[in-house]
């Protein structure tokens, strides 16, 4: 038999699936009373919701905490809407024509309709937050700030060489921050005022890994299995930790450091120097270590997430970030 605990179901995994089926009916639900006239999103293909990392770990969180569930479901929807609105933001920035499997808005509508389509998309993420709880929707407007600041000093330290401790501050901000909210959201609905700073630094740190894996996926992920171009932030000069990492060899640095100018001086045409790149870092171990640093950082979470209030909720929570740590796409 189910049990119930502040109205949040918590046994099999299939609830949580099926609290992100609602979730994506949720969004769906907003978008299409958007009037066409204003924006058709029927007739452009793509996916608003993704893999859903955001809303799953806002919903198993909040399982843990022992948060309502249909409110759990509006912040996630929240967390869902304000990450892809940043993501048609990043896709004007980077200039990309693939995200999630589809063409992306830029590539369909231009720069003008996709950034449009993102302030749209923010507007609905506060909402929501809104409708979970009131303040929820302070604490995310700050959380878009914060992202918004790390995707800044992103910007201005395109072809800059920075340190893994400066890498990993615009991490926190650009990804962390978000997941952060999620999880602080989590906490409120459930009440737990006690376990504010626990699940900030959650929420924070699961972030901050699951951006390491994700860098790591431009250097060693398939395009297709990812959803998205791979060696795009080789080719626009940002450096990530697996870069960083070779760039900080004694054996690898030099060459590493070649084939960044060879990149920045030739023409944006020619892959050979982001292949043979990603090659040196994907060979060379620095990818792998990048991965080992994200799964050092979830396991030091595993006593927290362990000490969260419903035991089955934070089981599935604490399986959930391990499989972060070893994703592929």
Known sequence: MLEYYSGFMRTEKHEIEEALRSVSEDISSALSGIPPEVFDFKRYPFSFLGKAARARFTLLAAAALGADRARAEQAAAAGELAHTASLLHDDCIDLARYRRGLPTLYDQLGVNGAILVGDLLIALAFDKAGRAAPDLQGELVHAVRRMTEGALIEENSKGKKVSAAEAERM???????????????????????????????????????????????????????????????????????????????????????????????????????????????????????????????????????????????????????????????
């Open 171 to 329: 991490t926190a901000l650009k990804t962390g921050a978000l997941f952060r909210w999620c999880a602080l959201a989590a906490c409120r609905l459930a009440g737990r005022a006690d376990l504010l700073e626990a699940c900030a630094r959650l929420g924070e740190e699961a972030g901050v890994a699951f951006q390491i894996v994700d860098d790591v996926l431009d250097f060693e992920g398939d395009s297709g299995a990812c959803g998205k171009e791979t060696l795009k932030d080789i080719k626009e000069g940002k450096f990530t930790l697996p870069l960083i990492l070779a760039l900080n060899d004694a054996q690898a640095g030099p060459k590493a450091e070649r084939l960044m100018a060879a990149l920045a001086s030739g023409p944006a045409a020619d892959l050979g120097p982001a292949t043979e790149l990603a090659e040196l870092v994907s060979k060379g171990g620095f990818a792998a270590a990048a991965r080992r640093s994200a799964a050092e950082k979830i396991a030091a979470l595993f006593p927290l997430v362990d000490s969260l209030p419903e035991k089955e909720g934070a089981r599935e929570l604490r399986d959930f970030l391990t499989a972060l740590g070893v994703r592929r796409s």
